[in-house]
T-cell receptor, first 117, second 115 residues
Framework: GAVVSQHPSWVICKSGTSVKIECRSL??????MFWYRQFPKQSLMLMAT?????????EQGVEKDKFLINHASLTLSTLTVTSAHPEDSSFYIC?????????????FGSGTQLSVL | DAKTTQPPSMDCAEGRAANLPCNHS???????VYWYRQIHSQGPQYIIH???NNETNEMASLIITEDRKSSTLILPHATLRDTAVYYC????????????????FGKGTLLTVNP
């Protein structure tokens, strides 16, 4: 199956700093990647849709200036949590759709656990 | 995307079949049924998907009712490693990418496989 690599797996940072999370499709090209956030014992919540070469589309209630998304190539999307605060502590997960595949399955990264002190 | 309804939790004995139900009574004609699962602290894993016909792969079987308003995921011989949250999601079909193909997760079913 297709592989989506997410890095780092976990990160601890101080309040006020910025953190970048990378999502790579290793063996396929993805014009679209999705970023999710998951709080403990809750389901995944879609944050934004990342489109290669264009601006990301954010879900309602998600601050685009706080969560910067860049999708510069067909295999890489990054999420930067700017000026992180403790309430941003969460599990962040990316997914990528394999273009050209019938009925398009989404493949997920292993997630990034962010802890803001 | 159409909403789905799943029981919050289920138990299954190791080695027995696990049958996970899902209701999607408002599904549209161009929407597929997808099943994913998430083991604790990991990203979701694709299991299977289908439109009308029953589907089977190395992981599971998917049974979709004739009116497509509900489906059942079957794990034929559950193991302890199948303990996870199972998500049933309906989504439009297509292969051109874009936000139309996002997956919207509900609360899923926590399947606990007991020894």
């Amino acid at each position: 199956g297709a592989v989506v690599s997410q890095h780092p797996s976990w990160v601890i940072c101080k309040s006020g700093t910025s953190v970048k999370i990378e999502c790579r499709s290793l063996d396929f090209q993805a014009t679209t990647m999705f970023w999710y956030r998951q709080f403990p014992k809750q389901s995944l919540m879609l944050m934004a849709t990342s489109n290669e070469g264009s601006k990301a589309t954010y879900e309602q209630g998600v601050e685009k200036d706080k969560f910067l998304i860049n999708h510069a190539s067909l295999t890489l999307s990054t999420l930067t949590v700017t000026s992180a605060h403790p309430e941003d502590s969460s599990f962040y997960i990316c997914s990528a759709s394999k273009i050209g595949s019938e009925n398009e399955k989404l493949f997920f990264g292993s997630g990034t656990q962010l802890s803001v002190l | 995307d159409a909403k789905t309804t799943q029981p919050p939790s289920m138990d299954c004995a190791e080695g027995r079949a696990a049958n996970l139900p899902c209701n999607h009574s408002t599904i549209s004609g161009n929407e597929y049924v997808y099943w994913y699962r998430q083991i604790h602290s990991q990203g979701p894993q694709y299991i299977i998907h289908g439109l009308k016909n029953n589907e089977t792969n190395e992981m599971a079987s998917l049974i979709i009712t004739e009116d497509r308003k509900s489906s059942t995921l079957i794990l034929p011989h559950a193991t302890l490693r199948d303990t996870a949250v199972y998500y049933c999601i309906v989504r439009v079909a297509g292969n051109s990418g874009g936000s139309n193909y996002k997956l919207t997760f509900g609360k899923g079913t926590l399947l606990t496989v007991n020894p």
